[in-house]
């Protein structure tokens, strides 16, 4: 076992280490002075400068101070070939060798990597790594304008319509970088100086800006959603109404949270609401511009086809719904009566549908429920409607409403409900005018 070594012996230890480490270097300097300069110049250019130079492009970017060692190594070198003391000046020195600082170095080697991942050859991983854009502006007097469109539609329109339905309800601040790079391929194409308006620019081009590329997508996909065909994912995250003129119905934020708004569930119908919402705005104005070209007959008939024929397309299933639910359906209703006589948009419109022998919609809906009541009594009858109504076996037979008791309050907009009620308010009624004859 080998002993401790005592305090004597470790201090002769350390000076005998001190001068064996020594040693070289002092025998380094002796043989630096014997040498020439060259031999100095091209020792240290082997040794230092090409491990200052080993893979530097990794510290572009770090701060001054933690570059500085690596400098004062290379100031070191240089005063050592010229054979000057610790505390010379050494950017002459630097200039008289043709040795570029280390931040200089630094610098140049990421130009370099940079210039061959553009103009090659540079290895694959450069290529992936980094995203470099060619100059437009130098190769766009080679282009004509077609071309430039036709490479720009190719390279940047395609890429900002990519999966761009995902960036539906984000803030316009989030989406202006997006518009500028559409901004500047505009210009590009027209060879146009930077401040440009752009405007006039995309009505040229048939481009829409980037909220209403978004907002498109978003309803082609709600309609795919709606009427097919869509993808079953998309089938699967809205909340389709079975009807064949069903509305996309958006989901309560109360049970998903304020974040809900930017779903597509949500997102969706709401925009296709918001579409029906403008084609009646934009209809009504329509009307008001063609009236002046058409007789009151000719626009009498051109509203009975198209605008009552379709409030009475399935009225009936509107039957016990609340006055305000069917308010929007009765204005439709007074604009196109006011249309037909040109009259402005407050006018009365009660003595118009007298002259016009309009029905108002909620009378509209009794009738065709009176109607369906009465076929479903005397016949021809759909099975189906005579199937979900209760009637009485005898020659004089009336339709017997359900017990409310037995079906719950939410059975009174029913058909098997609201039809024998109908025809049992008419009959009565009667009864009444021959008492009073």
């Known amino acids: 076992m080998e002993l401790l070594p005592t305090a004597d012996e470790a201090m ?16 380094l300097l002796q043989v630096l002075k014997e040498k020439s300069e060259e031999a100095t110049q091209l020792l240290f250019q082997s040794l230092v400068i090409s491990r200052l130079d080993y893979c530097n492009s990794l510290l572009a970017g770090l701060p001054l101070r933690a570059i500085r060692p690596l400098q004062l190594v290379q100031n070191a070198a240089a005063r050592l070939i010229f054979n000057l003391p610790k505390f010379t000046h050494v950017t002459p020195l630097l200039r008289s060798l043709q040795w570029l600082p280390v931040i200089a170095r630094i610098r140049f080697k990421t130009l370099m990597l940079a210039y061959k ?7 694959p991983y450069l290529m992936a790594i980094v995203n ?36 539906a309800g984000l803030p316009l601040r989030a989406i202006r970088p997006l518009q500028l790079v559409q901004n500047a391929a505009a210009r590009l194409i027209f060879n146009l100086p930077r401040f440009t308006h752009v405007t006039p620019l995309l009505r040229s081009l048939q481009w829409l800006p980037v909220i209403a590329r978004i907002r498109f997508k978003t309803l082609m996909l709600a309609y795919k959603a709606k009427n097919g065909p869509a993808p079953p994912y998309l089938m699967a995250i809205v909340n389709l109404r079975a009807s064949s003129t069903a509305p996309l119905e958006p989901p309560s934020l109360r049970t998903h949270g304020r974040q809900a708004s930017r779903l597509f569930s949500v ?4 925009c296709l609401m918001e579409v029906s919402d403008g084609e009646e705005r934009e209809g009504e104005k329509e009307g008001r511009r063609i009236r002046p070209f058409l007789s009151q007959e000719a626009t009498q008939l051109l509203f009975q086809s198209l605008v009552i024929s379709r409030l009475d397309y399935c009225n009936s299933l509107l039957a016990g719904l609340p006055l305000q639910a069917i308010r929007p359906l009765q204005l439709v209703q007074n604009a196109a009566a006011r249309l037909i006589f040109n009259l402005p948009k407050f006018t009365h419109v009660t003595p118009l549908l007298r002259s016009l ?29 005579m199937a979900i109504v209760n009637l009485r076996a005898s020659s004089t037979a009336r339709l017997e409403p359900p017990s409310l008791r037995t079906h719950g309050r939410q059975a009174s907009r029913l058909f098997s409900v609201l039809a024998p009620r109908c025809l049992m308010e008419v009959s009565d009624g009667e009864e009444r005018e021959g008492e009073k004859e």
């Open 132 to 167: 470099l854009r060619a100059s437009s502006r130098r190769i766009r007097p080679f282009l004509s304008q077609e071309a430039t469109q036709l490479l720009f539609q190719s390279l940047v329109i395609s890429r900002l319509d990519y999966r761009n339905s995902l960036l």
């Open 117 to 123: 991942a553009k103009n090659g050859p540079a290895p």
């Open 12 to 27: 002769k230890r350390a000076n005998s280490s001190d001068i064996s480490v020594r040693r070289p270097i002092m025998a």
């Open 267 to 270: 997102l969706a119908p709401r």
């Open 357 to 385: 022998q309009w029905l108002p919609v909620i009378a509209h809906i009794r009738f065709k429920t009176l109607m369906l009541a009465y076929k479903a009594k005397n016949g021809p009858a759909p099975p189906y409607l």
